[in-house]
């Protein structure tokens, strides 16, 4: 789950690395609290964002992590009703 948002852009570097000791996790959990995003999950491609129906109190122990998730895709596309989530592995932030 990694997103792009107006308040940490400042903080990464041209080329994505982020600048100082912010990791994408913190960083996706600062952007979420300051209201300019929400929880969403992004496809392996990193080029497809998914809205998810769990509510984003929930979601906040999977920011910035990679995950699996078990669920439906609406009709639309663009929301996945969740019934099962867990992080597999380490991004490395």
């Known amino acids: 789950m990694r997103h792009q ?8 570097y041209r080329d994505g690395r982020i600048k100082g000791n912010i990791t994408n996790r913190q960083c996706t ?3 979420v609290e300051q209201g300019d995003s929400v929880y969403m999950f992004l496809d392996h491609n990193g080029k497809t964002a998914y809205k998810l129906s769990t509510p984003q109190k929930d979601l906040k122990q999977y920011a910035g992590e990679k ?4 669920g439906e895709l ?4 663009k929301l996945i009703h969740v019934s099962k ?3 597999i592995g380490d991004t490395g932030n």
């Open 85 to 87: 989530i867990k992080a």
């Open 5 to 12: 948002c107006s308040l940490c852009h400042s903080l990464t």
């Open 29 to 31: 959990i600062l952007c």
């Open 74 to 77: 609406d009709d639309q596309g």
């Open 67 to 70: 995950v699996e998730i078990v």
